[in-house]
T-cell receptor
């Protein structure tokens, strides 16, 4: 069964550094998403992406964040200058145009020290 | 604006007994509702979804949920709990049936299965 994959599974970075989280969505899906889950808190929507542009973003998704689909398979989330409060599990998801089912990857745990 | 309230942060049941995880939602439109499960150190897996078709929705692993508009509820049930059901369960709402809108998650209910 096709699945969303994410790399790395765990990323440790120092405050102020840039990080790029990578996702490979399910191949025939057209909608892509990033969510985050701070430890002990709920899963929060960050951004959705369709047709090579951002469709919707939350107030969390400020100028420090950007997303890109650099090729036909990868979908990335970049944090330009990480802060301690960016430490969280980041989930990528994708869905196709016919359904509203979002399929999630296993997540990348980002630790900012 | 949409929101989800999961009424219990933890639910503990004995193996073989029924499971009830409660969820209430708030939505400006006719919502789509979902339940996702997260096993330890795993990603989020879709259990079931409601999208304005049948109000009783059957999902994977014997779970089902009933959409009750009058009560704005979408409670998750299972007749007989199994040890493998121990996980975190999230009730999720979306205001749209399709498209690229983000999902709104509840805080989650931790389901504990006692042997």
């Amino acid at each position: 069964e096709p699945e969303v994959t994410q790399t790395p599974s765990h990323q440790v970075t120092q405050m102020g550094q840039e990080v790029i989280l990578r996702c490979v969505p399910i191949s025939n899906h057209l909608y892509f998403y990033w969510y985050r889950q701070i430890l002990g808190q709920k899963v929060e929507f960050l951004v959705s992406f369709y047709n090579n542009e951002i469709s919707e973003k939350s107030e969390i998704f400020d100028d420090q964040f950007s997303v890109e689909r650099p090729d036909g398979s990868n979908f990335t989330l970049k944090i330009r200058s990480t802060k301690l409060e960016d430490s969280a599990m980041y989930f990528c998801a994708s869905s196709d145009y016919r359904t509203y089912e979002q399929y999630f990857g296993p997540g990348t745990r980002l630790t900012v020290t | 604006a949409q929101s989800v309230t999961q009424l219990d942060s933890h639910v503990s049941v004995s193996e073989g007994t029924p499971v009830l995880l409660r969820c209430n939602y708030s939505s400006s439109y006719s919502p789509s509702l979902f339940w996702y499960v997260q096993h330890p150190n795993k990603g989020l897996q879709l259990l079931l979804k409601y999208t304005s078709a049948a109000t009783l929705v059957k999902g994977i692993n014997g779970f089902e949920a009933e959409f009750k508009k009058s009560e704005t509820s979408f409670h998750l049930t299972k007749p007989s709990a199994h040890m493998s059901d121990a996980a975190e369960y999230f009730c999720v709402v979306s205001d749209t049936v399709g498209g690229a809108d983000g999902l709104t998650f509840g805080k989650g209910t931790h389901l504990i299965i006692q042997p």
